[in-house]
C-alpha cells in the first residue's frame, strides 16, 4: 500500500497451466473509499500460440490525493 498514482499487477499462473479469468479489487483502508481510482486494463495477457498465462491489471488515480491505496490481483488457472 502506498500513494504512487499508477499501478500495475501481474498474477501468472502456474507452469502447465493457462489463464481461464481473472479479476481486481482496490482497497484505500478508508470508508467511504476515498481515493478515485480507475482500472485501465483487465486482461490476461496471451503467450505465442493465444494462450493466456496470466491476468494484468493497471489502474491509476482520477485525481491526485496522498491517500495511500492496494492494487490487487488474481488469475484463476486451469490445466
Request: one cysteine or more; glycine letters at 12%; proline letters at 6%.
Amino acid at each position: 500500500m502506498n500513494a504512487s498514482d499508477s499501478k500495475l499487477v501481474i498474477a501468472a499462473c502456474p507452469q502447465g497451466t493457462f489463464a481461464v479469468g481473472g479479476g481486481y479489487e482496490v482497497v484505500d483502508n478508508t470508508f467511504p473509499p476515498a481515493v478515485p481510482v480507475v482500472a485501465l486494463q483487465n486482461t490476461s495477457w496471451l503467450a505465442a500460440g493465444g494462450v493466456g498465462e496470466g491476468w494484468t491489471v493497471h489502474a491509476v488515480e482520477r485525481a491526485a490525493t496522498d491517500t495511500p491505496w492496494k492494487l490487487t490481483t488474481w488469475v484463476m488457472c486451469a490445466g
